[in-house]
């Protein structure tokens, strides 16, 4: 399994951009479909944007299209989510997480990802 490690959260002002980071080390990180998820408190687990690894295909959730971009540089095994406009509502712990191979009408479930890094905080203050 590869590990994941998330980097970049803090505490803005609605409005705001944030970059988050996922480093990715034991195996290349170029074999791998990879999302972003987030969990507010008392909250489930919540998907919020996927990168698969063929040809590059980008997946949103309705709530953050348009304002946040996936990306990713197999080349520096990290994959990055560029936050726009934030908004309250945005304000979650950021879980990076990672497959093999992730079915496309399986990629907003959590279960289906087996590699899972510790989270980094995101508050946005109004």
């Known amino acids: 399994q590869v590990q994941l490690l998330e980097s970049g959260g803090g505490l803005v002002q609605a409005g705001d951009s944030l970059r988050l980071s996922c480093v990715a080390s034991?195996?290349?990180?170029?074999?791998?479909?990879a999302a972003w998820f987030r969990q507010a408190p008392g909250k489930d687990r919540e998907f919020v944007a996927a990168i698969f690894r063929r040809g590059a295909l980008t997946f949103y959730s309705d709530s953050v299209k348009g304002r946040f971009t996936v990306s990713r540089d197999n080349a520096k095994n990290t994959m990055y989510l560029q936050m726009n406009s934030l908004k309250p509502e945005d304000t979650a712990v950021y879980y990076c997480a990672a497959d093999a191979y992730i079915s496309n009408v399986r990629r907003e479930a959590p279960n289906e990802y087996h590699s899972w890094g510790r989270g980094t905080q995101v508050t946005v203050s109004s």
């Open positions: 034991g195996r290349s990180f170029s074999t791998y479909d």
